[in-house]
T-cell receptor, first 115, second 115 residues
């Protein structure tokens, strides 16, 4: 019962460094998402993938890239980290049944600090 | 474009009282879903309740109910008989089922239950 697995849980970067956040789900979901959560801002959608092979920008895509490697995995890359990218990052996955009453399954989050 | 607004940054309620958390949304689509999530201090995201735009009855899940007023574009969460364990951040979210099917969150409301 792994659900959605995110790695790493914590990361400290220096400005300008790059890194990739990994996300994998074992529920055979088509849709996967990356969100960031900042104090007082709620969750903001960075990128999402409605199905394998497709990715689309969310509300705050600048400074990020994503790869939907296969149906299970959806990675988020910071090419040149900036202090403004200090945040908690959540990966999520879902399936939309005919009724539409799907729910998102979230990973446990990655606390990223950029110095 | 879709937008979710939660106007209550924080709420304080006495234990055992009922509480209503406000959520208004904006969309031009006719088919959409509304969700509420709970985030306790541990950071995990917990799905609470779902309401489809074509559902005529308000959704209920145990102590949670969703007061859906389509004409006013509001989807308030009602928690009956609040408990200390209800203290958490609460997020309203919406997905359009036409076009880009992004799940977008509001800013959240921090609920504190006092003994």
């Amino acid at each position: 019962n792994a659900g959605v697995t995110q790695t790493p849980k914590f990361q400290v970067l220096k400005t300008g460094q790059s890194m990739t956040l990994q996300c994998a789900q074992d529920m055979n979901h088509n849709s996967m998402y990356w969100y960031r959560q900042d104090p007082g801002m709620g969750l903001r959608l960075i990128y999402y993938s409605a199905s394998e092979g497709t990715t689309d920008k969310g509300e705050v895509p600048n400074g990020y890239n994503v790869s939907r490697l296969n149906k299970r995995e959806f990675s988020l890359r910071l090419e040149s980290a900036a202090p403004s990218q200090t945040s908690v990052y959540f990966c999520a996955s879902s399936e939309i049944p005919p009724s539409g009453s799907e729910k998102l399954f979230f990973g446990s989050g990655t606390q990223l600090s950029v110095l | 474009a879709q937008k979710i607004t939660q106007t209550q940054p924080g709420m304080f309620v006495q234990e055992k009282e009922a509480v209503t958390l406000d959520c208004t949304y904006d969309t031009s689509d006719q088919s959409y879903g509304l969700f509420w999530y709970k985030q306790p201090s541990s950071g995990e995201m917990i799905f609470l309740i779902y309401q489809g735009s074509y559902d005529e009855q308000n959704a209920t899940e145990g102590r949670y109910s969703l007061n859906f007023q389509k004409a006013r574009k509001s989807a308030n969460l009602v928690i009956s008989a609040s408990q200390l364990g209800d203290s958490a951040m609460y997020f309203c979210a919406m997905r359009n089922y036409q076009g880009a099917q992004k799940l977008v969150f509001g800013q959240g409301t921090r609920l504190t239950i006092n003994p």
